[in-house]
């Protein structure tokens, strides 16, 4: 990979305009390898690259690939306007450069949530056409009977959908909890399932995607971490 120079590396990494970046480097504010650079045209590889920013470890990334476990009050659109914004959980770097939820979780739904400045990775991991799992984890207002389950993996009918929505998997892993597995990604999806199968969802989260667990990634709500390549990966199993 050819050298680029340092303000439009950091340019590229969610920094600011360039010319902020220009002002960053020459108020000594940015270290390549342990060094103070002050001169904005110095170039590097940026290909394994670390740098700080104001004393902040940072490493370059082509593209970021996050998972955040998702607390409930927080909306996953680009504007939100009724609650916060999921982005204001993460540094405003990530803003910069453009990175957004991959798909959406309601904003009283917790759990796992991607979110990339990848296009493709984003049209991949939401096109219907390629069938990534999504796990929930229900709770309902009424105990779970085998007739529910049986209702789920059958098939439910919902007003604004030409054909019944199944589940994947569905089983009962609590008196009143559910675990189920879609590949849709429809509004609402699960607790209107459970609503016109007649219970009444009253929390939900989403535990895993693909083969990558909320468990596995160890954050509490609120956190957020970076998905490495093996963890992409799973997201396809």
């Known amino acids: 990979m050819k050298k680029i120079s340092l303000d439009r590396i950091l340019q590229s990494q969610g920094f600011g305009s360039r010319r902020y970046c220009r002002e960053l480097v020459q108020a000594g504010e940015v270290t390549v390898a342990g060094q103070v650079v002050e001169q904005w045209q110095a170039g590097f590889e940026p290909h394994g690259m670390h740098f700080t920013v104001f004393g902040e470890e940072w490493q370059f ?36 450069r453009d990175v957004q939820a991959v798909g959406r979780l309601d904003h009283d739904t917790t759990g796992m949530l991607l979110l990339s400045d990848d296009g493709p990775f984003i049209h991949s991991m939401t096109s219907p056409r390629h069938h990534v799992p999504k796990v929930y984890l229900a709770t309902t207002a009424s105990p779970v009977t085998a007739q529910l389950i049986e209702q789920l993996l059958h098939g439910v009918q919902l007003h604004d959908e030409p054909a019944p929505l199944r589940a994947v998997t569905c089983r009962e892993v609590g008196e009143c909890q559910i675990e189920i597995i879609l590949e849709q990604g429809k509004y609402h999806q699960v607790r209107r399932m459970l609503a016109a199968a007649g219970n009444h969802c009253t929390e939900l989260q989403r535990t895993a995607i693909g083969g990558l667990s909320l468990e596995a990634l160890g954050l509490e709500e609120g956190q957020w971490c970076y998905l490495e390549a093996g963890q992409l990966e799973l997201l396809k199993a």
């Open 61 to 96: 990334r082509e593209h970021v690939y996050l998972a955040l476990n998702k607390p409930a009050g927080f909306e996953c659109s680009r504007k939100p306007s009724h609650h916060p914004g999921v982005m204001t959980l993460l540094p405003e770097q990530f803003g910069w």
